[in-house]
């Protein structure tokens, strides 16, 4: 029997446009053998400004992301798969901003 765990995310990140005003953009897809590894790759490309997928912010302030944890096991020649979902907040967000965010990754994750 083989086991093995990955982890990806998506999500809504938040940004500074350039002459004032705030804006949102998808986040560049994440993938990672750890949640720790993925959160932390996450938070540097915040800090880098390079989590938005090029929109082009002048800074960045946080993210909303779903991130799944994808666990398949083999077993005897079958592939057997469940995935496990939930959101991750990074950056700095107000209440009413992760709350917005957190409503629009959830209708993107699902419709």
Same mark, same amino acid.
């Given at each position: 029997?083989?086991k093995?765990?990955?982890?990806?995310?998506?999500?809504?990140?938040l940004?500074?446009?350039?002459?004032?005003?705030r804006?949102t953009?998808?986040?560049?897809?994440?993938?990672?053998?750890?949640?720790?590894e993925?959160?932390?790759?996450?938070?540097?490309?915040?800090?880098d400004n390079?989590?938005?997928?090029?929109?082009?912010?002048?800074?960045?302030?946080?993210?909303?992301?779903?991130?799944?944890?994808?666990?398949?096991?083999?077993?005897?020649?079958d592939?057997y798969? #469940?995935?496990?979902?939930?959101?991750?907040?990074?950056?700095?967000?107000?209440e009413?901003?992760? #709350?917005?965010?957190q409503?629009?990754?959830?209708? #993107?994750?699902?419709?």
């Open positions: 029997m083989k093995r765990v990955s982890y990806t995310a998506t999500g809504l990140v940004g500074n446009t350039w002459g004032g005003g804006g953009y998808a986040t560049v897809s994440l993938q990672a053998d750890t949640k720790e993925l959160l932390a790759e996450a938070n540097r490309l915040l800090v390079r989590l938005d997928n090029g929109m082009g912010f002048e800074s960045l302030v946080g993210a909303v992301l779903s991130v799944t944890k994808q666990t398949s096991i083999e077993f005897e020649g592939e798969i #469940n995935d496990k979902y939930e959101i991750e907040v990074i950056g700095t967000l107000s009413d901003e992760i #709350n917005w965010l409503t629009n990754v959830l209708e #993107n994750l699902f419709y």
